[in-house]
């Protein structure tokens, strides 16, 4: 499984619906779609600032990542980013890898 930490922000009716059901009930709402995808909710938090919500969960492929990306910014209720996270073996194994690059005007 990968991790991916989550960074979204409520945009118009999304507030409103934050307002209405309260903070639980949308981390339920992530939970079910996260298990859709047989993916799991490791940590949920809301902020202050220019992130609303933030946490990290677990999906077993990109592809389902995507789709969840997909269909909660299909919304237009709310906007989420993701980042896939890496322990330090998968850096390991990245620095023993030599990919080849050419540099732009060169």
Known sequence: MTKYLFEANYVG???KGLMREGGTARRAALTDALN?????????????GDTDVLG???VPDPAGA???S????????VNV??????T???IDEAAK?????RAPGQ
């Open 13 to 15: 009716e999304g507030i």
């Open 36 to 48: 859709s995808v047989g993916g799991s909710l490791e940590s949920f938090y809301y902020a202050f």
């Open 56 to 58: 990290v969960f677990d």
């Open 66 to 68: 995507a789709a969840l």
């Open 70 to 77: 997909l269909m909660i910014n299909s919304t237009g209720n």
């Open 81 to 86: 980013r993701l980042k896939p996270l890496l």
């Open 88 to 90: 330090p073996e998968d």
């Open 97 to 101: 890898k030599t990919p080849s690059y």
